[in-house]
């Protein structure tokens, strides 16, 4: 169970797949409009209401854009996420209630574990983000890197506070149907496992966390492609490597005028590039820039000299496990935490914020990211460890140990 955007539901396929490899019948629940990424996986699916793509385009969605990280951008999210999570509770029930166990994203853990206690039903908690209080980072959801040991782990409890506050009005009447009382305080955050969906190269394991909170690897989306698609395999051909760039499922105010903003860097740069639509809605012509829409990034991300992303955990995964620099350019939400991670771990030359975000600094970024040895060196050296961990088997063990 996931919600959220391609990012939060597409590494859930490949441990689907896996799952089901290992003789499971797997259930993916999340939003109607990302079906098609189970098929032919052996994952069955149901849906749910919410279309992540049109909240993030409506007015109250538009409103992220105002800041980028922060207990501001915080309080955002925390009112637009109120807002949905009682459309999909009764979703996330009916689903239960044809479940012997319950997988649960972090997006809907705290109402997944209501359902799994009324329905006698073990569960695991799979995060894609380290969602723990620690003292080694603030919170992935306020964007930033370290503000100090103590700070960190003081906002990483008001994080987990704001979380119990966006379930806070759906679980009560969920609670209701189900016949399950409010437990006491005392009982109210069991100590669960969780098995974390990222590299411990990427993100080591905080050594302040208690046990029974591992870091698996990553868990690769499910994909049978083996080849590009005919044009974008000649664009590849006709010259050298050209650099990605694409915002993934972030959406933008200015679609037109960062297109414009992005070729002119490419030109700048004296780059080829290769644009993805993405819901940002990305495009330009030019003979040395092709625009593409979907393609896997685990064939596609291998071929480039950089890629240039938002910085969703996935899309930083895939950047990753290619062994290519990235040039970050964090949005919202997670992104901030993941482009700091690149930039810390001598991946990424810097991060760019949208706002000001012009093909001046995206040349100079593009420059350093393609031309310094160092990048492309440690970029490389990080995709060789990070190929090596097989993370979906840790969760497929667990699995088999539930009772």
């Known amino acids: 169970m996931t919600a959220g955007s391609r990012g939060d539901v597409a590494p859930f396929t490949g441990v689907g797949h896996a799952l089901a490899g290992a003789g499971h019948e797997v259930t993916l629940v999340t939003h109607a409009r990302f079906e098609p990424l189970v098929a ?72 997944g574990h209501v359902v799994a206690e009324a329905l006698d039903l073990p569960a695991l908690d799979l995060p894609l983000q380290p969602i723990t209080a620690t003292r080694h980072f603030a919170p992935p959801m306020l964007g930033t890197g370290s503000l100090g040991p103590h700070l960190n782990l003081l906002l990483g409890h008001v994080v987990d506070r704001s979380v119990d506050h966006v379930f806070a009005p759906a679980l009560p009447a969920v609670r209701a149907e189900l016949g399950v009382p409010r437990p006491p305080r005392r009982l109210r955050r069991p100590r669960r496992p969780m098995l974390h969906g990222f590299s411990p190269h990427v993100v080591p394991r905080p050594t302040d966390w208690r046990p029974g909170l591992d870091v698996t690897g990553y868990w690769w989306p499910y994909d049978t492609a083996t080849r590009l698609p005919p044009h974008v395999q000649d664009f590849l051909d006709a010259g050298p490597p050209p650099v990605f760039i694409g915002l993934g499922s972030a959406t933008v105010p200015d679609p037109a005028g960062l297109s414009a903003e992005i070729a002119r860097a490419l030109r700048l740069a004296g780059l080829r590039g290769v644009i993805q639509r993405g819901w940002a809605d990305l495009s330009a012509d030019d003979e040395n820039i092709l625009t593409i829409d979907d393609v896997p990034h685990s064939l596609l991300f291998p071929n480039m000299a950089a890629v240039v992303h938002h910085c969703g955990a996935g899309t930083t995964a895939a950047g990753i496990r290619a062994g290519v620099p990235s040039v970050p350019v964090p949005i919202q939400f997670d992104e901030g935490f993941w482009a700091s991670r690149l930039v810390s771990l001598g991946v990424a030359p810097e991060a760019l914020t949208l706002r000001r975000l012009t093909a001046e600094r995206l040349a100079t970024a593009l420059r350093r990211a393609t031309g310094e040895a160092g990048f492309t060196e440690r970029a490389r050296e990080l995709g060789e460890q990070v190929r090596k961990e097989d993370g979906v088997a840790r969760v497929v063990d667990a699995v088999g140990r539930l009772d």
């Open 40 to 111: 032919g996986s052996g994952v069955a699916f149901h849906p749910l209401p919410v279309d992540p793509r049109a909240e993030l385009e409506s007015t109250r969605g538009k409103a992220l854009h105002h800041s980028t990280s922060g207990l501001g951008k915080l309080a955002r999210v925390v009112g637009l996420a109120r807002s949905l999570v009682a459309e999909m509770a009764y979703d996330v029930v009916a689903a239960a209630r044809e479940s012997d166990v319950l997988l649960l994203s972090a997006s809907l853990s705290p109402l």
